[in-house]
Nanobody
Framework: QVQLAESGGGLVQSGDSLRLSCAAS????????MGWFRRPPGKNREFLIA????????RSADSVKGRFTISRDNANRMVYLQMNNLKPEDTAAYYC???????????????WGQGTQVTVVS
């Protein structure tokens, strides 16, 4: 059974940094692409950033370029989202997801975590 579990969310102030973690278990192999998405309150889910099996293969949304980075520790089946210079508009539920290949599209992702809440106050 595949399980993705996010952690690391919380309440932070504008300008702060936060690192989210995603623990993946049960995936049939390690070569899944991993992505991070978020759903702001009252809005649709949006793509943030994704990584192929290698940390050199990443895609990111323009809205987070230069502020958010993704990294993965394949040996320990972990994926991280480093978020810097957080803004109130970054307030959302954050989700990690796994897909057979790197993609910006949520429909390409087969597995999803339950999410972790990030709230940024000014």
């Amino acid at each position: 059974q595949v399980q993705l579990a996010e952690s690391g969310g919380g309440l932070v102030q504008s300008g702060d940094s936060l690192r989210l973690s995603c623990a993946a278990s049960g995936l049939p192999h390690t070569r899944f692409a991993m992505g991070w998405f978020r759903r702001p309150p009252g809005k649709n889910r949006e793509f943030l950033i994704a990584s192929g099996w290698s940390n050199d293969d990443t895609r990111s949304a323009d809205s987070v370029k230069g502020r958010f980075t993704i990294s993965r520790d394949n040996a320990n089946r972990m994926v991280y989202l480093q978020m810097n210079n957080l803004k109130p508009e970054d307030t959302a539920a954050y989700y990690c997801a796994a897909a057979p290949w790197i993609s910006r599209y949520a429909s390409q992702y087969n597995y999803w975590g339950q999410g972790t809440q990030v709230t940024v106050v000014s």
